[in-house]
């Protein structure tokens, strides 16, 4: 499914919502009750081979948020939660499924955190890195995580279909894997 289509589900999903949107540039825009403009753009999209579809809403005021349209047509409401009194920031920011995981990466403030959230079970594990900047490489069901740094860690994630497993990795597993970040 191309970003355009996601894009026109989304859209249909806030037309239920009785929310009148208006689609320009490749981005759905409205303004809110309380005359915040809000937006979604097709980066900020993500869709899993059973329909869950999810998207990164902005929000000029700073009221960021994920929403998530499970396969019932029910729509869940994320807050990515911030340790600042800044708000939650897409750029740099990933949204990408496998299977019942959600991945969600987000800059709060001075560094980037990242979320796996589970669609069935609607929890989430913040998965903690000692990195400023989070490097992501998904490879099938494993994802691999790491600073740009020498002094920052590696993580390898692998996700099974109710459950995930950490574990810390170094430099020459990544080499020995051929594995390197994009």
Not at 104 to 119: A, G, M, P, S, V
Not at 139 to 166: R, S, V
Request: charged share 30%.
């Amino acid at each position: 499914m191309t970003q355009a289509e996601i894009l026109t589900l989304i859209d249909e999903e806030l037309f239920t919502d009785n929310i009148k949107t208006e689609v320009r540039e490749q981005k759905i825009t409205w303004t809110d009750h309380s005359g915040t403009e809000n937006y979604v753009s097709p980066h900020q999209t993500a869709i899993n081979s059973n329909g869950v579809i999810a998207w990164w809403q902005c929000n000029e005021a700073g009221k960021e948020e994920v929403r998530i349209r499970l396969k019932e047509k029910k729509v869940f409401t994320w807050k990515p939660p911030v340790n600042t009194l800044e708000q939650p920031i897409f750029r740099d920011g990933i949204l990408y499924f496998y299977e019942n995981h959600l991945i969600i990466k987000y800059k709060d403030n001075h560094y980037q955190r990242l979320f796996i959230f589970n669609i069935k079970t609607l929890k989430e594990e913040e998965i903690l890195i000692n990195a400023l900047t989070i490097q992501v490489k998904i490879i099938e069901n494993e994802l691999f995580l790491g600073g740009f740094y020498q002094d920052e860690e590696f993580i390898k994630i692998t996700m099974h279909p109710d459950h995930f497993e950490k574990e810390n990795i170094d430099e020459a597993y990544l080499h020995q894997r051929n594995i390197t970040f994009d």
